[in-house]
């Protein structure tokens, strides 16, 4: 009797598996993949880097020397539009790194994707980063990335020089802090269409162009902003910086 | 002690019943300091802790170049204030606000003078953050902390985890949170409600605090504070636009935190640029109704009141002071 129970569940059991089971690339559900942002940092059509000069839209020399970019809440969808879940995660963007891990997802494939640039009101405005080891990307930073008086995150802290005289010193200082709740941006929804490669890893390439940055900005006479000084200064740099990304 | 509470509130009753404002006095008296400061879950308050939070606090190697510490500018001789307009910070820099006295801010609901900090454990970010004060930053504070074996064993005995942002943040909020000002004769007149602990002077003090001075509009409670934030009319245009900074409405423009009244006669100068040097010029200021400003709060017009009853609201003033502070004695 037992056997004969056993026996029939066995073949139940296996019955349901090759009827609803995984079949490659049709029911990519079944498979788990890892997910990574590798960003190339561009500055139109030259490569970026820091303590390099670039000239921007407004025909001046300029030179970044720092730029630290939050970005977060990476989003999925599948080809049907459906989201597709993924794990809450903070990265530091530095242009010393490129290749970002957005952690596993349960599927080999990924359409659309898009990301939040900067900390979501939540965790800006409930996380306390003393709770954080200091190599966590929440925890403090130096230079710092969380303000002391008005307290949250710095979403993006963008500085450097221009070269006002065009004698090729780069002294006049620009400092471009953007954060508060009111400056949380999302990327444009991105067609990506990638299938995981055979060591299960989707990678998405995305382009920063920091001239898009900082497109339209008169820095000589618009060098400064901590968000709350000069808001609308920080809300312009902010949409800029929503569209400064691309994917291949 | 339930007795003794109970009566209490009955006595603060009748008070109210005989002063007008007097119901907003409130009946939160923490009698028992230990037992009644609040304190978060990651950082309940033990002897320990408050050892090590009084080490930070007093340590200079948390300003970048070693001068100066949080004791520089909170003096507790002088209720946690420094006597000077605006504080020096690191290289001679000068800070941007009056130093504010720390006492009972375990009770209060947010940091600065703007509000813009919301816990005490993170208020520590902004003095340590800023150029213009101790300019190091928390990274290097681990750094520096964490190579000395004693402040290591201290951690350790008092959190059970190596010196990092988070013990440095949680000790000096807890010894902060200690900081507690309940012994004035002010507090023996609220336990007891026997208004005989008052002189004359001291009396009618009080009588113009809660009436005619309509100080008790804002300055209300155990705290002598309501924890909102009022423009005063001290200037016609504020350059430090205040609570709006954080808030970003110019509704908050020129708008402060309305400061705890304890020990008011020790944390001269006054409000918060310091630009008022004595109790009695504040006085003076509100006496008038303050300055023009289009944002001044509607609480603030011309009181009439004369030279000897300003004499007497300083008296009763007087009676805020403190002489120890309960919460750390013999730590």
């Not at chain 2, 300019?135 to 964490?146: F, H, I, S």
Request: proline letters at 3%; charged letters at 20%; aromatic letters at 12%.
């Amino acid at each position: 009797m037992n056997s004969v129970f056993f026996k029939l569940v066995g073949a139940i059991t296996i019955s349901v598996l090759l009827i609803f089971g995984c079949k490659p690339d049709e029911e990519p559900k079944c498979k788990r993949s890892n997910v990574y942002l590798n960003f190339k940092y561009k500055f139109g059509d030259s490569d970026f880097a820091l303590e390099t000069p670039y000239t921007n839209s407004q025909g001046e020399s300029i030179m970044f020397t720092r730029s630290d970019v939050y970005f977060s809440n990476f989003k999925a969808q599948d080809k049907n539009g459906g989201g597709i879940e993924t794990a809450k995660i903070y990265h530091l963007m530095l242009p010393g790194q490129t290749r970002y891990s957005m952690g596993a997802i349960a599927t080999n494939y990924v359409d659309h994707c898009m990301f939040g640039i900067g900390i979501d009101s939540v965790t800006n405005k409930t996380v306390d980063p003393n709770t954080y080891p200091l190599d966590h990307p929440l925890g403090n930073k130096s230079p710092n990335m969380y303000w002391g008086w008005n307290q949250g995150y710095i979403f993006a802290a963008l500085d450097g020089y221009i070269d006002t005289a065009g004698n090729g010193n780069h002294d006049f200082k620009f400092t471009y802090h953007i954060g508060l709740n009111e400056l949380y941006r999302l990327s444009k929804s991105f067609k990506v269409a990638k299938i995981a490669d055979a060591s299960s890893n989707i990678d998405i390439n995305i382009t920063l162009d920091y001239a898009k940055i900082v497109d339209g900005v008169h820095m000589q006479t618009e060098p400064s902003t901590h968000s709350f000084s000069d808001f609308e200064l920080a809300k312009k740099l902010a949409d800029n910086l929503s569209g400064a990304f691309t994917v291949e | 002690m339930l007795c003794k509470r109970a009566g209490f509130f009955i006595v603060i009753t009748i008070f109210s019943l005989f002063w007008s404002c007097a119901e907003k006095i409130s009946s939160k008296i923490p009698f028992d300091p230990w037992e009644h400061i609040p304190a978060p879950a990651d950082n309940a308050i033990t002897e320990d802790r408050i050892k090590l939070g009084k080490r930070i606090f007093n340590d200079k190697a948390l300003s970048l170049d070693s001068t100066i510490s949080c004791a520089s500018c909170h003096l507790e001789s002088i209720a946690f204030t420094d006597s000077v307009s605006i504080h020096t910070g690191i290289k001679g820099r000068k800070g941007h606000r009056n130093s504010p006295d720390l006492f009972n801010l375990a009770f209060q609901p947010n940091f600065f003078r703007d509000g813009g900090a919301r816990t005490i454990e993170l208020q520590i970010l902004g003095p340590l953050q800023d150029s213009n004060e101790m300019g190091l930053g928390m990274v290097e504070a681990v750094r520096r902390l964490e190579l000395d074996s004693s402040y290591q064993e201290m951690a350790r005995v008092a959190y059970e985890r190596p010196i990092d942002a988070f013990v440095i943040s949680r000790s000096v909020g807890c010894y902060i949170r200690t900081l507690i000002s309940r012994d004035a004769l002010y507090d023996s007149f609220l336990e007891s409600g026997d208004s005989s602990v008052f002189n004359v002077d001291q009396k009618e003090g009080l009588k113009l605090f809660m009436g005619k001075g309509g100080c008790v509009n804002c300055h209300s409670g155990v705290d002598l504070t309501n924890y909102g934030f009022e423009n005063i009319g001290l200037y016609e245009e504020y350059v430090d636009s205040g609570r709006a900074r954080i808030t970003l409405d110019s509704k908050d423009d020129g708008k402060f935190r309305v400061p705890s009244l304890r020990n008011v006669s020790r944390t001269a100068p006054y409000m918060h640029d310091g630009s008022i040097k004595t109790l009695e010029k504040v006085l003076e200021h509100y006496n008038i109704g303050g300055g023009n400003n289009w944002n001044k709060s509607d609480k603030i017009s011309n009181l009439g009141l004369t030279e000897h009853e300003m004499k007497q609201l300083i008296a009763f003033l007087e009676t805020l002071t403190g002489n120890k502070l309960i919460g750390y004695e013999g730590i």
